[in-house]
């Protein structure tokens, strides 16, 4: 990547090419705007803030692209420092909207690569917003906010990029997190939300091996749940009702492991999970058939307790 450093070397001397009724005070304070910039210094970016800021408003400097480039890249300094991981910017969207303002203007190429790369960084740092969000504080709506963002940024600077893939592997992380959170607070929102992730993965790949496998253990898991709380928690007459919903969750549970299994039938995991569920839908045959099934693959399965969870 080029130098800042250089980039407004060169975007001065554009600059310095202007007519001589425009050089002066406004060029005097695009020129010290780029020298406080380049010290790096904290309060040396403030003032720069401040003076870039009347050179764009300025009628002699506000319809050259350096001025709006130099503006963004100033910002930017600003924004590292203080609302590098908010996830509503206003410092954010003013570097954004100056580089939007340059390419208006039709910068040459040296500028246009700055403004692009200026663009990716941002976009890259929704990207890494999305994983904090999740793996920091597990807030999947801000997580997926800024992962939005990240797309959409991204997009406009390369229009035909492919996010299939890295959709996968984005909510697959979120259901991950989720399973965790699931088997510490057995939560109902919590497992909402690794459903949903996994059907988002579904919707893309029908066939994902991971979410089939992930949804279909979720599904167990939560009717597990339910078996656990037949012990201690429901009124007879409701019994029954949560025997037919732990009967709905396994043959669900059927529906998408058998996938896995139908694709690779020397799956392990899907091998195993099969035990489970037919064992808890007390189908005797194929239970017997998924235990020899197991001892096959040399996995150890607990032959006790139905309400083993996987």
């Known amino acids: 990547m080029i130098a800042k450093r250089n980039i407004f070397k060169f975007l001065l001397?554009?600059?310095?090419?202007?007519?001589?009724?425009?050089?002066?005070?406004?060029?005097?304070?695009?020129?010290r705007a780029q020298n406080l910039l380049n010290t790096?210094?904290?309060?040396?970016?403030?003032?720069?803030?401040?003076?870039?800021?009347?050179?764009?408003?300025?009628?002699?400097t506000k319809g050259d692209f350096v001025s709006w480039t130099t503006r963004a890249a100033i910002y930017y300094e600003v924004y590292k420092r203080a609302d590098k991981y908010r996830l509503n910017s206003p410092i954010r969207d003013t570097i954004i909207s100056s580089i939007h303002h340059s390419d208006n203007l039709?910068?040459?190429?040296?500028?246009?690569v700055y403004n692009q790369k200026l663009l990716i960084t941002l976009a890259q740092g929704y990207y890494n917003?999305?994983?904090?969000?999740?793996?920091?504080s597990g807030n999947a709506e801000k997580s997926l906010m800024a992962y939005?963002?990240?797309?959409?940024?991204?997009?406009?600077?390369?229009?035909?990029?492919?996010?299939?893939?890295?959709?996968?592997?984005?909510y697959l992380a979120v259901s991950t997190v989720y399973n965790d959170k699931y088997a510490k607070d057995s939560s109902e929102k919590?497992?909402?939300?690794?459903?949903?992730?996994?059907?988002?993965?579904?919707?893309?790949?029908?066939?994902?091996r991971s979410a089939n496998l992930g949804i279909?253990?979720?599904?167990?898991?939560?009717?597990?749940?339910?078996?656990?709380?037949?012990?201690?928690?429901v009124e007879l007459d409701q019994i029954e009702v949560v025997q037919d919903n732990v009967v709905k969750l396994a043959k669900?549970?059927?529906?998408?492991?058998?996938?896995?299994?139908?694709?690779?039938?020397?799956?392990?995991?899907?091998?195993?999970?099969?035990?489970?569920v037919y064992r808890m839908l007390m189908d005797k045959v194929k239970f017997e058939d998924f235990k020899k099934k197991c001892s096959e693959l040399g996995i150890t399965v607990n032959d006790e307790t139905a309400s083993q969870q996987k």
């Open 129 to 136: 917003m999305n994983i904090r969000f999740l793996q920091d």
């Open 13 to 31: 001397f554009g600059f310095l090419l202007l007519s001589g009724a425009r050089l002066g005070a406004q060029i005097e304070s695009l020129a």
């Open 252 to 276: 669900q549970s059927e529906q998408y492991i058998l996938k896995v299994y139908n694709a690779n039938k020397s799956d392990a995991k899907a091998v195993e999970a099969l035990y489970y």
């Open 216 to 233: 279909g253990l979720l599904n167990y898991n939560e009717a597990t749940v339910l078996i656990k709380q037949l012990e201690y928690e």
């Open 40 to 60: 790096k210094q904290p309060d040396k970016i403030d003032q720069a803030v401040f003076t870039i800021d009347s050179v764009i408003k300025h009628k002699d």
């Open 148 to 170: 939005n963002r990240y797309k959409s940024m991204y997009k406009e600077i390369f229009p035909k990029t492919d996010f299939k893939a890295k959709d996968i592997e984005y």
């Open 190 to 208: 919590t497992i909402l939300v690794s459903k949903k992730a996994y059907e988002k993965v579904l919707e893309i790949d029908p066939d994902n």
């Open 106 to 112: 039709k910068p040459d190429s040296t500028t246009r």
